[in-house]
């Protein structure tokens, strides 16, 4: 799976949009884009994911560049209950019972301020 | 809520013993998956079941086992427990193709 290089924290005011990068300038052509969050030794939770093109949901919204070698993670109007740490993960798309393991990095703090 | 349930939350126990710990993953997921996380190793891939059949093994240490039932709930077993052994555990499950992992809330273990 292609590495990762995330900054190791970030802030960013209640109500502003926070943007969260990624840099996975190694990736392969079928690997996908994952971001999850772990706040404070909860479960990690799952965001959002994509392999070429920019993906929306309820939750963030994330911007891939053309390249691929990068992408950014928005959310985008950030609450006090968005401060956690955000993962980057880049791996393969799975089929059937392939394996899939996650592998984590150290990720982002994302601390938003009141 | 993720669906996907882990018990106990909670564990305390002493060196040497042996505990297990639970999951039942999301309706439907045949994959269950066990990551620990202590405080200076992060979060670890364990170990991968697919459907009752083991499908990988990432870091986990010979003291350790799982399985997992015809009904997809899984048990990680951790043996002659060490000081060491002390982080949350969190399985987690997955569907079809090129679906997410879905977290549970962790089991954290604490060796006395």
């Known amino acids: 799976d292609a590495k990762t290089t995330q900054p190791p924290s970030m802030d960013c005011a209640e109500g502003r949009a926070a943007n969260l990068p990624c840099n996975h300038s190694?990736?392969?052509?079928?690997?996908?884009v994952y971001w999850y969050r772990q706040i404070h030794s909860q479960g990690p939770q799952y965001i959002i994911h994509g392999l070429k093109n920019n993906e929306t949901n309820e939750m963030a919204s994330l911007i891939i560049t053309e390249d691929r070698k990068s992408s950014t993670l928005i959310l985008p109007h950030a609450t006090l209950r968005d401060t956690a740490v955000y993962y980057c993960i880049v791996r393969v798309g799975n089929s059937g019972g392939s394996n899939y393991k996650l592998t984590f990095g150290k990720g982002t703090l994302l601390t938003v301020n009141p | 809520d993720s669906g996907v349930t882990q018990t106990p939350k909670h564990l305390i126990t002493a060196t040497g013993q042996r505990v297990t710990l639970r999951c039942s993953p999301r309706?439907?997921?045949?994959?269950v998956y066990w990551y620990q996380q202590s405080l200076d190793q992060g979060l670890q891939f364990l170990i991968h079941y697919y459907n009752g059949e083991e499908r990988a093994k990432g870091n986990i240490l010979e003291r350790f086992s799982a399985q997992q039932f015809p009904d997809l709930h899984s048990e990680l077993n951790l043996s002659s427990l060490e000081l060491g052994d002390s982080a949350l555990y969190f399985c987690a499950s997955s569907g079809g193709t090129n679906q997410p992992q879905h977290f549970g809330d962790g089991t954290r273990l604490s060796i006395l």
């Open positions: 309706s439907g997921d045949l994959s």
């Open positions: 190694t990736i392969s052509g079928n690997e996908y």
